[in-house]
């Protein structure tokens, strides 16, 4: 979404951490506020190595599953092929740089995107893209490591890596959005040596007006 963290880096990042996340499962905010949605079209805006589109595919969702990275979703790819063609068939990868790529507007019952760096100055452009696509009566899911963790240095000090559930609230049209969840939580992650790290992510859910 920025220079710094554009394509080239997250190519690299994937390159170097290949084979890492192949058993790592979906989001738990994914799977707890779009776990009761009824199934149907989805778009998940940085997909990195597929988990939740995965997730999604698996309980009837049709995906359209967006990364800048060619190496992610070459890894994503191969990854929905072992869960079978049912799960993989449900899945279209997109290779796009959502900071200019826009999808296609009204067309989708749940928008999701977790964790993509976003700079401030173009937060308002990407959650209104985001915004767009999600459906009359349809959802929109966004996470991000919650910003007063963004002092404490967790996952390198880069503030575009921050977000805070209100300020992306603020963002929708209160006229057209009726937000269900904006707030901080936490979860617990334990890394590749045994370390057990306790995160704070902020969750936006918001559903859109019929």
């Known amino acids: 979404m920025s220079d710094e963290f554009g394509k080239e880096f997250w190519e690299g990042h994937y390159r170097g951490h290949r084979g890492d996340h192949h058993g790592g499962g979906p989001n738990p905010w994914l799977v707890t506020e779009a776990g009761d949605l009824a199934p149907g079209r989805a778009l998940d805006a940085g997909c990195g190595h597929g988990a939740d589109a995965l997730w999604l595919a698996a309980h009837g969702w049709r995906v359209v599953a967006v990364d ?51 700079p401030a100055a173009a937060r308002e452009a990407f959650v209104g893209r985001l915004a767009a696509a999600v459906s009359m009566g349809g959802t929109l899911l966004v996470v991000g490591h919650d910003a007063s963790g ?32 904006a707030e901080t939580r936490t979860r617990t992650v334990t890394g590749p040596e045994g370390h057990v790290e306790t995160l704070r992510d902020a969750v936006l859910r918001a559903r859109r007006q019929p």
């Open 68 to 118: 800048v990275a060619p190496t992610a979703l070459s890894d994503a790819r191969n990854r929905a092929k072992a869960h079978g063609d049912d799960v993989a068939g449900r899945i279209d990868w997109v290779e796009a740089d959502l900071a200019s790529w826009s999808p296609p507007e009204g067309c989708f019952d749940l928008v999701t995107s977790h964790y993509v760096h976003v």
């Open 150 to 181: 963004l002092r404490e240095g967790a996952h390198g000090s880069a503030p575009e890596a921050y977000v805070r559930a209100d300020e992306v609230a603020a963002l929708l049209q209160p006229v057209a959005w009726q937000v269900d969840v």
